[in-house]
């Protein structure tokens, strides 16, 4: 469990601006890499297989079966934060910036539509254009992104050559189960695709949220 509050940029990636630059405690909020919840679980079991263990000890068998071992991770998150902001002319604005503009919040109003999907994130009738001259009630990263998961797990094996050499052989599954792990949607109200989630988190070809993988290893002990 964890918090993360800043008023702008923190030097870790962000570009975020003030919306109004004589006013920095108007933007005091949830980072935006504040990951509210996360968990890690990690296990390993070997399996009850082969000489020494409960099940098959003796036999072909046991040298086929036993001396695997399965191993695991589970790792899972809240939502990211997501700043909902607006277009703006800079003859709407009392000092002219057009920066990090926000939309009020129209009372009584969910931010979430009730049938939420990844093409219907956010409710736009909860965003209003602010009155000329004045700035967006709404806070800066009120919204949050779709949390996620992934389950990595690998399957091992030693063979035992002789007394000096031993053999290691491991099969790895990362995203186990190719869950997708979206992106955070659009925040920008003006954006025709506000709302939207139109990428995962990773598109590349290794780390957290990439599409299932599956390596295979084979090493040499001496």
Known sequence: LSHVITVASCGAGETTSYQNQSCRACDRSASDF?????????????????????????????????????????????????????????????????????????????IYP????????????????????????????IGRGPGYYEIDTALEKRFAINERFNLNFRASAFNLYNHPIFDIPTGNLSNSDFGRITSILNTGAVGLGAPRRIEFMVRVQF
């Open 114 to 141: 009730a049938n939420q999907t990844i093409d219907n994130w956010f409710n736009p009738d909860a965003f209003a254009v602010p009155a000329q001259n004045t700035w967006g009630d709404l806070g800066r990263n």
């Open 34 to 110: 504040d990951f509210r919840h996360t968990m890690t679980l990690n296990s390993v079991y070997q399996l009850p297989f082969g000489p020494g263990r409960h099940y098959l000890t003796n036999g072909a068998a046991a040298k086929i079966l036993g001396g695997w071992q399965i191993s695991g991770i589970i790792t899972a998150n809240t939502g990211q934060p997501v700043n909902v902001t607006l277009k703006r002319k800079a003859s709407q604005m009392l000092d002219g910036n057009t920066s990090s503009q926000r939309p009020d919040l129209v009372p009584g109003v969910s």
